[in-house]
């Protein structure tokens, strides 16, 4: 069965560091979510592709958060520099389709924690 | 904004009991999808159930079904039967129809326990 991958599924650094964060999609899906799950609080939306094109990323912190999705494939989340309050899970989603109103639904990848010392 | 709220954070359940997970919501739209989702202690998410508004009929899954009061905005999951392998955290989402608007939006989730 197809899964959406992420690496790596656990990374600790310090504060001021950069962090980068891989996922691939199930293939042929053409959306693609980072979402960002606090402890003890529900995932929320970080970015949002639509194949290689960013279409929300409006509670992407962009002072220090970058996300790119190249060749509508995989994709890069990136934090520089890393701060204390960035320690969570961070979750990768896809979807099959965009726009058509379905309920298209929205498959994770098992998640990467970050913990900031 | 639309708003998720799940007021149980643990509960916990017999082996072979029924046990109902409560999920309120707040949205201007008429239309829109309900979703629970499970996410088992170091595994991915997955999606359990998902609910049309536009449906007056609930949705069922097996063990799962879900209670859609749409006038009171409630969308409650029942799990029958319940087994060891239902313990997760279980989280109700919300998501708008409109196109290019497929963000999912969750509670807080809820901690079910299953007592052998």
């Known amino acids: 069965e197809a899964e959406v991958a992420q690496s790596p599924r656990y990374k600790i650094t310090e504060k001021s560091q950069a962090v980068a964060f891989w996922c691939d999609p199930i293939?042929?899906?053409?959306?693609l979510y980072w979402y960002r799950q606090i402890l003890g609080q529900g995932p929320e939306l970080l970015v949002q592709?639509?194949?290689?094109?960013?279409?929300?990323d409006s509670q992407l912190p962009k002072d220090r958060f970058s996300a790119e999705r190249l060749k509508g494939v995989d994709s890069t989340l990136k934090i520089q520099p890393a701060e204390l309050g960035d320690s969570a899970m961070y979750l990768c989603?896809?979807?099959?389709?965009f726009g058509t109103g379905g309920s298209n639904e929205q498959f994770f990848g098992p998640g990467t924690r970050l913990t900031v010392l | 904004a639309q708003t998720v709220t799940q007021s149980q954070p643990e509960m916990s359940v017999q082996e072979a009991e029924t046990v109902t997970l409560s999920c309120t919501y707040d949205?201007?739209?008429?239309?829109?999808?309900l979703f629970w989702y499970k996410q088992p202690p170091s595994r991915q998410m997955i999606l359990v159930i998902r609910q049309e508004a536009y449906k007056q009929q609930n949705a069922t899954e097996n063990r799962f079904s879900v209670n859609f009061q749409k006038a009171a905005k409630s969308f409650s999951l029942k799990i029958s039967d319940s087994q060891l392998g239902d313990a997760a955290m279980y989280f109700c989402?919300?998501?708008?129809?409109?196109?290019?608007?497929?963000?999912?939006?969750f509670g807080t989730g809820t901690r079910l326990t299953i007592i052998p």
């Open positions: 293939s042929g899906h053409a959306t």
């Open positions: 592709f639509q194949d290689e094109s960013v279409v929300d």
């Open positions: 989402a919300y998501r708008s129809v409109r196109g290019g608007n497929e963000k999912l939006t």
């Open positions: 989603a896809s979807s099959l389709d």
């Open positions: 949205t201007s739209e008429s239309d829109y999808y």
